[in-house]
């Protein structure tokens, strides 16, 4: 108590009888530079900087107090008006690309990001065709995002400049043409079929998942064998897809199936990524080929029936085998 009560003594002793004809050199000093000063002398904060009798020249305050500048620093009033003053590092800025920064590597990054822009400019106009009511054409754009999204990714690798930029802009351009213009363009086909509010319900559930999917897959490790989920990309192809070709079913089960895709997408089920599917046998791809010559909707409807009951398929096999 005797320690604490010196402390404060020392801490809250104010200074008093300046005459107003004194001048202080502080005051021709910048402002915060008077500021500080000024606050040091009214809490009578100099005293324990003076050296004197029994007191540390290097700490600044008295040894027989048990204090030390971090203590005195801690309880001293800083005015909300003003904040402290505290010394920060110079920013600097990241490189977008990584590595050695030549003539050549920016161009290929140029050109890696050019891919990007050009998926996620195919998404706006898909959105503005399908405002017009060009549902067709508006698929067909969303067809090309697919193809510049899976040439980003193939050519940062093959070129040698992926980079986390990169990442990011795939991701965010998927967001514009897989997660808003493909529920857009899926809508603007559902119109007169179904109801406008069930429509809006399964459209705005694919936006929605495919925003949490497109987290996810930022955030987790990646797998090279499966996919955990539906990935948005292939969501989005299924859909423009199912538009382009127009399925003849009824707009009711469209909108379940949908909602089914969009749920898929943000499920744990593992989905086989497209260089495993690659590797099966060649008489696998022989069947889809003749029953997309005798019939391709029916041949398509099958196909992505056979890839959404796949998830839960490999899901069910792994846990027997764990």
């Known amino acids: 108590m005797r320690r604490s009560s010196t402390f404060a003594r020392q801490v809250l002793l104010v200074r008093v009888g300046r005459r107003d004809g004194d ?17 040091r002398r009214r809490y009578g904060l100099d005293r324990l900087s003076r050296p004197t009798l029994g007191v540390d020249p290097t700490l600044g305050v008295d040894p027989t107090l048990g204090l030390d500048r971090a203590d005195v620093d801690a309880v001293m009033p800083v005015s909300p008006a003003m904040p402290p003053m505290t010394q ?6 990241i490189p977008l690309l990584p590595g050695e920064r030549t003539m050549a590597r920016r161009m290929k990054f140029g050109l890696v990001n050019a891919c990007t822009l050009a998926s996620l400019m195919l998404g706006m106009l898909a959105i503005f065709l399908a405002m017009q009511g060009e549902v067709r054409m508006a698929a067909l754009c969303l067809i090309a995002c697919v193809g510049f999204d899976g040439l980003d990714g193939a050519l940062a690798r093959r070129l040698g400049v992926a980079s986390p930029f990169g990442a990011q802009m795939d991701s965010l351009a998927d967001m514009c043409s897989f997660g808003l213009a493909a529920p857009v363009v899926v809508y603007a086909s559902l119109a007169g079929s179904v109801s406008t509010a069930a429509a809006a319900v399964a459209c705005a559930l694919v936006a929605a998942c495919a ?56 499920s744990s089920f593992p989905y086989a990524k497209l260089a495993r599917l690659v590797k099966l046998p060649p008489w696998l791809w022989l069947a889809p080929v003749i029953g997309a010559l005798v019939d391709i909707r029916l041949t398509f409807a099958l196909i992505v029936v056979g890839y959404l009951v796949s998830g839960p398929v490999l899901w069910l096999r792994q846990r027997r085998t764990a």
Do not use: W
């Open 88 to 93: 920060t590092d110079e920013a600097h800025s």
């Open 211 to 266: 925003a949490i999917r497109l987290a996810r897959f930022n955030v987790s490790p990646k797998d090279g064998r499966f996919f955990c989920g539906v990935p948005t990309t292939m969501a989005a192809a299924v859909l423009a897809v199912t538009v382009a070709i127009g399925l003849p079913v009824p707009g009711a089960v469209l909108v379940a199936g949908v909602a089914l895709l969009a749920f898929a997408m943000v």
């Open 23 to 39: 001048l202080h050199p502080t005051d021709l000093a910048p402002t915060e530079h008077r500021y500080a000063d000024r606050q």
